[in-house]
């Protein structure tokens, strides 16, 4: 009895927050279609009408090649035009189809400095035609973050930022607080491994390192397929153990 | 008499004597000149720059044309952008042309006839030391000026600098003065613009100048109204629109706004326009206000696509304009069918029509491409092995897995050096499970087909 009082206690100080706080309660979600991290994350999935921060792990700190593909998978599941913020274009293309993302949605703006993206990023969070908005920025301040978080809520349309810097000194920016409801690390994982020689479909390390009421979680996962879906590594997904040891063996 | 490239090739000159010319080459085509041809001819080109580059363009006979673009580079990216687009459109139409952009009139003529090639951008404040160096001809003098001064032994333009104004005024007239003080920012030299007969324009003077942002603001809204009550009795939507302001000390402040589809909507106009008001000087203040559709285009009413039939798309055009309009560059990425990875793709307007192409997906492409392939140091087994590993930026990668070859010959259609290029593609991982796009010049048997020398091309996510 006392038990529940005090459960019932937790969920109304919730609400109350949730009231008082300018952040509604999130009613649309995207959801990844993979079990642990949907369960994890509140709502069932990536908050629509939020900013989420992205960044890469290790050298893809600096090239933002991994990130680049998770926020393409994301952005290939919602519907309209993705407008995409950099300061130096090289994203290829073919990669992104890859991952789900038709060059037909896509539209690039090449702005001259970081202060552009920014602008060009809240510009495209205010217009409420697009699927996605996503930008590459190296420093992400607190009222900067703060204002896209605002046009996300009141458009509803899904704002990424990739984090991306030029030196790996740089990128202990990444622990300062932003407004962003999540916060994302993708480090690239050897492969699977593969009967025959060559190379399998890559692996990330998948951190959530900060979620507004979550706790931070890690996942191991499969990289965007061709529909921009993560999959779960076959040596966890449940399995008959016949192939497990088949898969095993393999890898020997 | 005057030549094209062709006569120049057979050794004839600009300003050759007719007989001369008829006995270096025989069958020579001579057309007479038709000044009062070539005046119309360069109205309506300008005409044309005033449509697609900038508001305030005029005719400079008997063969230039002078621009103020100010206000209007940003819709090309850049000033160098600008002047290339120029320079190229006009090839297009088949004039050879040069083009220079300094700090007044007169040291663009100069430097557009005697530096560009075939153009030239000189930043703020440095074109007057660049002029000195130019002879007098480049002046916008008298013929018999000219002469007169050449006898004088005067050469450049720093030289009639350098020289007291007095005896040259008493002897020439005050236009050597002038001049001299027109192509070193002295004086101004208002441009008077030409206007194109069917643009739509409005205006308002008013009794007192204004000069407040707010203000500025309130009445460009009073005028895009104005302007669309026209457009609209024309059927017409506008793709070029011209705010020129006249201030009281009669300098004129012009900003530019340009849209991707044609466009009637007063608050879209409004705020192209708005988001550009920093950028007037208003000085002592605006009396009069010129709002001009220099470009437009006609806008029916179209039927809405109704949700019943399928969802309609939303428009993004508002948001294309506004990006644009604050000097962005916006784009889409479209296919080319061409194997070579950085071939492969070109940039396209960001509402053109969907691309229908593609690009072939049964192998894995990088997400990020380098600017340039950046050379590595490699070991591998020729021919077609990939490498054991390689070392990039300093950094050593040994390779624990790899695909490829995925041979990629040389266009010779393109290039009669690509007859027998080749490229073979590897896709590579090191043991952190980083994968590379590297590929090897030459086929690793035949050293016509390249080097053998190894690049990195791209970053695997």
């Known amino acids: ?252 | 008499m005057a030549a094209n490239d062709a006569a120049i090739a057979a050794g004839l000159g600009i300003g050759m004597v007719a007989s001369k010319a008829q006995a270096l080459v025989a069958d020579l085509i001579m057309v007479d000149l038709k000044p009062e041809d070539d005046l119309r001819e360069l109205e309506r080109l300008a005409l044309w720059f005033l449509g697609n580059f900038a508001p305030i363009v005029a005719a400079d006979p008997p063969n230039g044309i002078v621009i103020d673009t100010t206000g209007a580079d940003h819709l090309h990216g850049n000033e160098v952008m600008m002047l290339t687009g120029m320079i190229n459109r006009l090839r297009a139409m088949g004039f050879a042309a040069r083009a220079a952009l300094a700090d007044s009139w007169g040291a663009a003529h100069a430097l557009a006839r005697f530096r560009a090639s075939p153009f030239l951008v000189l930043p703020a404040g440095e074109s007057a030391a660049a002029v000195l160096d130019l002879p007098i001809s480049a002046l916008r003098l008298d013929a018999q000026i000219v002469v007169a001064l050449r006898k004088l032994g005067f050469e450049r333009i720093g030289d009639l600098e350098a020289t007291p104004r007095a005896p040259l005024a008493l002897r020439f007239g005050p236009e050597i003065g002038r001049r001299l003080d027109q192509i070193l920012c002295r004086v101004p030299e208002p441009i008077d613009p030409i206007r194109s007969p069917e643009a739509v324009s409005v205006r308002r003077a008013f009794a007192e100048p204004i000069s407040a942002a707010e203000t500025i603001a309130r009445y460009v809204g009073r005028l895009v109204q104005r302007l669309c009550i026209i457009l609209e009795e024309q059927g017409l939507g506008v793709r070029r629109l011209d705010l020129i302001c006249h201030r009281v000390d009669s300098g004129l402040q012009v900003i530019r706004a340009g849209t991707a589809k044609p466009v009637r909507d007063a608050p879209r106009l409004t705020r192209l326009l708005c988001d550009q008001i920093e950028a007037i000087e208003p000085g002592f203040g605006i009396e009069i206000m010129v709002l001009s559709a220099s470009r437009t285009e006609p806008l029916d009413a179209i039927q809405a696509v109704s949700s019943l039939i399928k969802q309609p798309e939303a428009d993004i055009s508002d948001l294309v304009d506004v990006i644009a309009n604050r000097g962005h560059l916006i784009y889409r990425i479209a296919a080319v069918e061409s194997d070579v990875p950085e071939r492969s793709f070109m940039l396209v307007p960001p509402l053109a029509d969907d691309d229908e192409i593609g690009w072939p997906l049964h192998w894995p492409r990088p997400s990020r491409l380098l600017a340039h392939p950046e050379p590595i140091q490699c070991l591998a087994l020729l021919p077609d092995h990939p490498p054991v590993n390689f070392t990039w930026r300093g950094i050593r990668h040994v390779v624990k897995r790899a695909d490829g070859p995925e041979r990629v010959f040389g266009e010779w259609w393109k290039r009669d050096k690509e007859l027998v290029a080749v490229r073979d593609y590897f896709a590579v991982e090191n043991e952190a499970g980083e994968r590379f796009w590297i590929f090897r010049q030459g086929d690793g048997e035949h050293s016509d087909s390249g080097p053998g020398r190894w690049f990195v091309q791209g970053l695997f996510g």
Not at chain 1, 69 to 74: K, M, N
Request: proline share 4%.
């Open chain 1, 1 to 252: 009895m006392q038990n529940r009082a005090h459960f019932v206690s937790i969920e109304e100080l919730r609400d109350r927050i949730e009231r008082v706080s300018s952040v509604r309660r999130q009613k649309s979600v995207l959801p990844f279609g993979m079990g642990p991290i949907d369960q994890h994350l509140p709502g069932g999935g990536l908050a629509l009408g939020a900013l989420h921060e992205v960044a890469g792990g290790g050298n893809g700190a600096l090239d933002g090649a991994a990130a680049a593909l998770f926020v393409a998978g994301i952005a290939a599941r919602t519907t309209g035009r993705v407008l995409w913020c950099v300061t130096r274009q090289d994203l290829f293309m073919p990669g992104l189809v890859q991952a789900g993302l038709s060059q037909n949605r896509v539209l690039i703006v090449e702005c001259r400095d970081e202060k552009g993206v920014l602008d060009c990023f809240e510009e495209g969070l205010r217009c409420n035609g697009l699927g996605a908005v996503v930008g590459e920025v190296a420093r992400l301040t607190m009222t900067a973050s703060r204002r896209l978080q605002l046009a996300a809520e009141a458009s509803g349309v899904i704002g990424i930022a990739i984090r991306r810097w030029r030196r790996q000194a740089e990128a202990s920016d990444y622990g300062r607080p932003t407004a962003a409801v999540t916060r994302w690390r993708i480090s690239i994982l050897p492969s699977e491994p593969l009967p025959v020689p060559g190379i399998g479909r890559a692996r990330w390390y998948l951190e959530l390192l900060r979620c507004r009421a979550a706790e931070s979680a890690d996942y191991v996962v499969e990289a965007c397929d061709a529909k921009g879906r993560l999959g779960l590594p076959a040596n966890l997904a449940n399995r008959s153990p016949s192939q497990d040891a088949w898969t095993a063996s393999a890898a020997r």
